[in-house]
């Protein structure tokens, strides 16, 4: 091949590689934007589903009894997060398995990934609600909420538990649709799961009795309803039309150990990365709750509400950089793979930093949106967002490399670095600040700030030195 043609293979992105799936033929800008829009669509509605259940449990109660259930919810809200990204783990080792499958052309071992997905996100999902269930009490005592706040975020995520094995298979289900280079079906059926939970926490929350009238259970009852309905919806939709990507077949569902083990060994280092990240996030959480005066656990949860107008574009963004970074190597491109994630890169910096700049103008508007009427909540979270529009640009270096990473298999790198940075500045820093003085909920802040913009320069210096891309899946 000459060089001219080399060049132009280059400058037509992925596309000249022939990947396959949905890819093929495209321009690599396109690429990212097909591969990133549903996601991002997809991302929206998950923000819209959040606002609603906080939303709704603003207005349960009034004075000190809404300031509980909002510090329950903001709890719950945590919880939620580990939840899902505990499932995920399994979806990113389906996602690394399906995408090298799909970009190397071999769609009969893309469709056992998705089979044995299955498998292993219902093994998750089961897991998960046990360990949540059997650690309600500890997880309450740990972290220090009020009586009060206690009994409402038992309710919640007592019910909300039921919902792992639901959420486990669909994460995985999405997963290897994505990793195919479908994110539009995982969308649909995203946007099944939110309908379903909008409508029927709002029934249970202020519907007539006796289907109303439950508080913060009739919003859990919601979610488990929700992923119930979104799952029977991907497992319809998968196969569906002449341009599927992936279809169920006999041979992909059957339990196959060699193709298990490959995912799990992309998904184990993840889910050792989460469970240590939600340890220390606990922490953080204990911190806050030990802030003196009332609402800080709210406040620090709706400023995270609103900071998701941000991050949930940037994971949609990641998205697209962890597939293509994975059908590239699997067609033996590691060039086109170091592109497709810088453009990535760029794309989410640019995004997220001019939200940003939004949330730096407008925070008190945004929280107030969110907790109408509530002073105090707008005074404990409006200066947070401020923080978060300074950290924005390092937040979407982190989502991106460490996402596309992950998409290429290189779990463990993640894990070590990621682990590491956190550790020492959201556990031994933060215990410092304590120790010497409770530091208030703006410190905490600046805090995890500053461990976002250590990550961002440790992963931009790995994603340069070019090991992620040797990983093995």
Same mark, same amino acid.
């Given at each position: &091949?000459?060089?001219?043609?080399?060049?132009?293979?280059?400058?037509?992105?992925?596309?000249?590689? @022939?990947?396959?799936?949905?890819?093929?033929?495209?321009?690599?800008?396109?690429?990212?934007?097909?591969?990133?829009?549903?996601?991002?669509?997809?991302?929206? &509605?998950?923000?819209?589903?959040?606002?609603?259940?906080?939303?709704?449990?603003?207005?349960?109660?009034?004075?000190? %009894?809404?300031?509980?259930?909002?510090?329950?919810?903001?709890?719950?809200? =945590?919880?939620?997060?580990?939840?899902?990204?505990?499932?995920?783990?399994?979806?990113?080792? $389906?996602?690394?398995?399906?995408?090298?499958?799909?970009?190397?052309?071999?769609?009969?071992?893309?469709?056992?990934?998705?089979?044995?997905?299955?498998?292993?996100?219902?093994?998750?999902?089961?897991?998960?609600?046990?360990?949540?269930?059997?650690?309600?009490?500890?997880?309450?005592? *740990?972290?220090?909420?009020?009586?009060?706040?206690?009994?409402?975020?038992?309710?919640?995520?007592?019910?909300?538990?039921?919902?792992?094995?639901?959420?486990?298979?669909?994460?995985?289900?999405?997963?290897?649709?994505?990793?195919?280079?479908?994110? @539009?079906?995982?969308?649909?059926?995203?946007?099944?799961?939110?309908?379903?939970?909008?409508?029927?926490? *709002?029934?249970?929350?202020?519907?007539?009795?006796?289907?109303?009238?439950?508080?913060?259970?009739?919003?859990?009852?919601?979610?488990?309803?929700?992923?119930?309905?979104?799952?029977?919806?991907?497992?319809?939709?998968?196969?569906?039309?002449?341009?599927?990507?992936?279809?169920?077949?006999?041979?992909?569902?059957?339990?196959?150990?060699?193709?298990?083990?490959?995912?799990?060994?992309?998904?184990?280092?993840?889910?050792?990365?989460?469970?240590?990240? *939600?340890?220390?996030?606990? =922490?953080?959480? @204990? $911190?806050?709750?030990?802030?003196?005066?009332?609402?800080?656990?709210?406040?620090?949860?709706?400023?995270?509400?609103?900071?998701?107008?941000?991050?949930?574009?940037?994971?949609?963004?990641?998205?697209?950089?962890?597939?293509?970074?994975?059908?590239?190597?699997?067609?033996?491109?590691?060039?086109?793979?170091?592109?497709? $994630?810088?453009?990535?890169?760029?794309?989410?910096?640019?995004?997220?930093?001019?939200?940003?700049?939004?949330?730096?103008?407008?925070? %008190?508007?945004?929280?107030?949106?969110?907790?109408?009427?509530?002073?105090?909540?707008?005074?404990?979270?409006?200066?947070?967002?401020?923080?978060?529009?300074?950290?924005?640009?390092?937040?979407?270096?982190?989502? $991106?490399?460490?996402?596309?990473?992950?998409?290429?298999?290189?779990?463990?790198?993640?894990?070590?670095?990621?682990?590491?940075?956190?550790?020492?500045?959201?556990?031994?820093?933060?215990?410092?600040?304590?120790?010497?003085?409770?530091?208030?909920?703006?410190?905490?802040?600046?805090?995890?700030?500053?461990?976002?913009?250590?990550?961002?320069?440790?992963?931009?210096?790995?994603?340069?030195?070019?090991?992620?891309?040797?990983?093995?899946?």
């Amino acid at each position: &091949m000459s060089a001219g043609t080399e060049e132009s293979e280059v400058r037509r992105g992925v596309a000249g590689l @022939r990947l396959g799936g949905r890819l093929g033929g495209l321009s690599l800008g396109r690429q990212v934007f097909v591969l990133a829009l549903w996601p991002l669509l997809e991302q929206v &509605m998950t923000f819209l589903v959040s606002f609603t259940d906080l939303f709704l449990a603003g207005r349960i109660a009034e004075g000190a %009894e809404r300031v509980a259930i909002l510090d329950a919810m903001g709890l719950s809200g =945590y919880v939620a997060w580990f939840f899902n990204i505990l499932q995920g783990a399994v979806a990113t080792g $389906v996602l690394a398995l399906v995408s090298r499958a799909t970009g190397g052309g071999d769609r009969a071992l893309a469709e056992r990934g998705l089979g044995q997905g299955v498998w292993l996100g219902l093994a998750a999902g089961c897991g998960s609600m046990v360990l949540l269930l059997a650690g309600v009490p500890l997880l309450l005592r *740990w972290v220090g909420l009020s009586p009060a706040a206690c009994v409402e975020a038992e309710q919640y995520l007592r019910v909300m538990a039921l919902s792992g094995p639901f959420s486990g298979v669909m994460l995985a289900i999405n997963a290897a649709l994505r990793g195919a280079g479908d994110t @539009r079906t995982p969308f649909l059926a995203m946007i099944v799961v939110n309908v379903a939970n909008v409508l029927l926490s *709002w029934a249970f929350v202020f519907g007539p009795g006796p289907l109303g009238g439950h508080g913060v259970a009739g919003i859990a009852v919601g979610t488990v309803g929700g992923w119930i309905c979104g799952l029977a919806a991907v497992v319809l939709l998968v196969g569906r039309g002449p341009e599927a990507v992936l279809r169920w077949t006999r041979a992909g569902v059957l339990p196959h150990p060699g193709t298990l083990r490959r995912i799990v060994r992309v998904g184990v280092p993840q889910s050792v990365e989460i469970g240590c990240m *939600w340890l220390i996030h606990s =922490y953080g959480l @204990r $911190v806050i709750t030990a802030i003196e005066g009332e609402g800080s656990l709210g406040s620090h949860i709706l400023a995270i509400r609103i900071e998701s107008m941000s991050f949930l574009p940037g994971f949609a963004i990641g998205t697209a950089a962890a597939t293509l970074a994975g059908q590239s190597l699997g067609a033996g491109s590691r060039e086109l793979a170091v592109k497709a $994630v810088r453009l990535c890169w760029l794309a989410a910096v640019l995004l997220m930093s001019g939200i940003g700049l939004c949330f730096a103008t407008c925070n %008190e508007w945004l929280i107030g949106l969110m907790a109408p009427g509530s002073g105090l909540h707008i005074s404990m979270a409006a200066p947070l967002l401020v923080v978060c529009a300074v950290a924005q640009p390092f937040f979407a270096t982190c989502i $991106v490399l460490k996402t596309s990473m992950r998409g290429a298999g290189a779990t463990g790198s993640v894990l070590r670095w990621s682990f590491g940075s956190m550790f020492f500045h959201r556990v031994i820093v933060l215990s410092l600040m304590s120790h010497f003085g409770t530091p208030t909920l703006v410190w905490v802040w600046i805090v995890f700030s500053i461990d976002q913009i250590v990550q961002a320069a440790v992963f931009a210096r790995l994603h340069f030195r070019g090991t992620w891309l040797d990983a093995r899946v």
